[in-house]
C-alpha cells in the first residue's frame, strides 16, 4: 500500500520535485527502525563491515534506485510505473540463481512469466494507442 501511493502521489505531482520525498522517507524509515530497535531493548551496535554493507545498500541501491524511479515516474502514467516496477520483482529470483546457484520453483518462474506478459502486453498497447501528448505548436 505504501508503495502504491507513493507512486501515485509522484504521478499526481509530476511537475514538482519529489526526489526530497525520498530522503524524507528514507529517514522516516530509519527513525522508525531505531524506535522498534529500541523498544524491543536491543542494540544498533554492529561490526564496522556490517555498518559498510547497511551504508553502501542503504543509500547508493536503495536510495538510488528510488531517486531513479521518482525521476522516471514523471513522464508514464501511474499504473504503469507500477507495473514497471515489478520488473525488479520478477528479475529477482534471476539475479539470485545467477550470483549464488539458488533454484527457482516452478511457481516462481510462472509468475515471473504472468509478469513478463502483462508488461509486454502493456507495452505493446501503449505503441498501439495514440499519444496524449499536446501537439507542438510551430
Not at 542494540?43 to 542503504?58: D, E, F, N, Q, Y
Request: proline share 6%; with cysteine; charged share 10%.
Amino acid at each position: 500500500a505504501g508503495f502504491s501511493a507513493f507512486t501515485l502521489t509522484l504521478r499526481h505531482a509530476r511537475l514538482a520535485d519529489m526526489v526530497p520525498a525520498v530522503f524524507y522517507g528514507a529517514t522516516l524509515s530509519l527513525l522508525v527502525a531505531a524506535g522498534v530497535i529500541a523498544l524491543r531493548g536491543e542494540s544498533l551496535a554492529l561490526p564496522p563491515h556490517a555498518w559498510a554493507l547497511s551504508v553502501l545498500m542503504g543509500v547508493f541501491i536503495l536510495c538510488g534506485g528510488m531517486v531513479l524511479f521518482t525521476i522516471g515516474a514523471r513522464a508514464i502514467p501511474a499504473a504503469e510505473a507500477g507495473l514497471l516496477a515489478l520488473v525488479e520483482v520478477m528479475l529477482a529470483p534471476v539475479w539470485v540463481w545467477f550470483f549464488w546457484g539458488e533454484a527457482t520453483s516452478r511457481d516462481t518462474l510462472i509468475g515471473g512469466a504472468v509478469l513478463l506478459a502483462a508488461i509486454a502486453l502493456n507495452t505493446i498497447g501503449a505503441a498501439a494507442r495514440p499519444s496524449l501528448a499536446a501537439p507542438e505548436e510551430p
